[in-house]
């Protein structure tokens, strides 16, 4: 007789959203999310203090109306989980200190969950076991890497990484260089639909020969990202259009941007998964939400014959289903909780699955 699927729990508080999710082993029962981003905007980009208070005032409330929908009570609750990093510090240990009170009051154990693993995780609430061979490309508005995923529960390979701006940043630098506000990446997807994405060559950053080596002899950035020389040739062709007095081709510029990250990203991707012989992708993060991303990835992934996976636009963003979804697959791999003693990790590695 087989043990019943596991009830968890899940708090995510990494930047400005506040998520708790509740799933049954591979089932969502609930996933609340509580956004502050509109207390942002102004400011062009998440302030870390604004968004910890924001977390301390939505908590209870996103947890009640979790807890509600699921139709259950903390009692029935067989685990609990929470982000414990990477992210903005205050952010993390807001969520990190009120899932311990949880767990102290209930008696029931809690897993420490790493944010991009469970971005990789939320996958199961889309399809239940995940396929072997598999890759994933995390795209956010802090992340841009691709892992090789051995195991979900144990084994966490990174295999390449934004070395400067992650894509989203980019996103939103550009954003305001452009006049567009707060996030860059919706309003930029939607006005490069409009733009000629041909219409100025942008640099691909880390493309080049000496970065790219060959398949038998790797350059140091094979796999790896960098937009800020990209952002910087967007700020300079701006620049020159104003100091000539012409008109800047907004939807032009977005266009031509978003290509030129799109390009890159998507060109990595299938090449890693190529090189590394792993049949299946899973795409993920904030980013995973653009038509350009997914169409070019799409495309690509058909070409290679690489099988793409996508999550569900409401689990792409930070939420805290994914990390209840996670933490299920420890309890389902008998991975021991993590306790309380532990403290939030803002740069925790993406091979440390829970602490």
Same mark, same amino acid.
């Given at each position: 007789?087989t043990?019943?699927a596991?009830?968890?729990?899940g708090i ?10 509740i ?12 956004s ?25 409330p ?9 139709g259950v ?9 929470v982000t ?13 200190a ?7 009051a ?11 693993v469970?971005?990789?995780?939320? %996958? ?5 076991t995940?396929?072997?061979?598999l890759?994933?490309l ?5 992340h ?10 144990? @084994?966490?390979?990174?295999? %390449? ?11 939103d ?15 930029? @997807?939607?006005l490069?639909?409009?733009?000629d994405?041909?219409?100025?060559r ?16 790797? %350059? ?36 031509s ?18 090189e590394?012989?792993?049949e ?18 799409a495309a ?5 014959g690489?099988?793409?996976?996508i ?7 930070d939420?805290?289903a994914?990390?209840a ?8 791999n008998g ?12 740069g925790?590695?993406?091979s440390?699955?829970?602490?």
């Open positions: 007789m043990s019943p596991p009830l968890v729990l995510e508080s990494s930047c400005d959203e506040t998520g708790v999710g799933v049954r082993g591979t089932e969502l029962l609930a996933n609340t999310v509580s502050s981003m509109d207390e942002h905007v102004r400011f062009g980009g998440v302030i870390p203090e604004i968004a910890s208070r924001a977390h301390l005032d939505a908590f209870v996103t947890l009640q109306e979790a807890l509600s929908t699921a009570t903390l009692d029935d609750v067989d685990a609990l989980a414990s990093g990477p992210g903005l510090s205050g952010a993390l240990m807001v969520g990190v009120a899932a311990k009170a949880v767990a102290l209930t008696g029931k154990p809690l897993y420490a969950i790493n944010h991009l469970a971005h990789v995780g939320v %996958g199961v609430l889309d399809g239940g995940l396929p072997s061979s890759g994933a995390l795209v956010s508005g802090g841009t890497e691709i892992l090789r995923v051995n195991s979900l529960a144990s @084994d966490i390979e990174l295999l %390449g990484a934004t070395i400067d701006d992650a894509a989203g940043e980019a996103y630098k550009v954003a305001r260089l452009l006049g567009l506000g707060y996030p860059g990446g919706p309003v930029i @997807d939607r490069a639909r409009e733009g994405a041909k219409a100025i942008f640099p691909r950053g880390l493309t080049l020969p000496k970065f790219l080596g060959t398949a038998e002899a790797p %350059g140091k950035h094979r796999y790896d990202f960098s937009f800020s020389g990209l952002k910087t040739a967007v700020a300079r062709c701006v620049e020159q259009y104003q100091a000539r007095g012409e008109e800047v081709p907004v939807a032009d510029i977005a266009a941007f978003q290509e030129a990250v799109v390009d890159v990203v998507t060109k990595k991707a299938v090449m890693a998964c190529t590394q012989g792993l299946n992708l899973l795409l993920g993060g904030g980013v995973a939400a653009n038509s350009r991303l997914r169409e070019l990835l690509r992934c058909a070409s290679a690489i099988n793409l996976r999550p569900p636009m409401g689990l792409c963003t939420n805290g994914m990390v979804a996670l933490a299920a697959q420890l309890v389902m991975v021991r909780p993590t306790g309380i003693g532990f403290s939030a990790d803002s925790q590695p993406v440390q699955i829970s602490l």
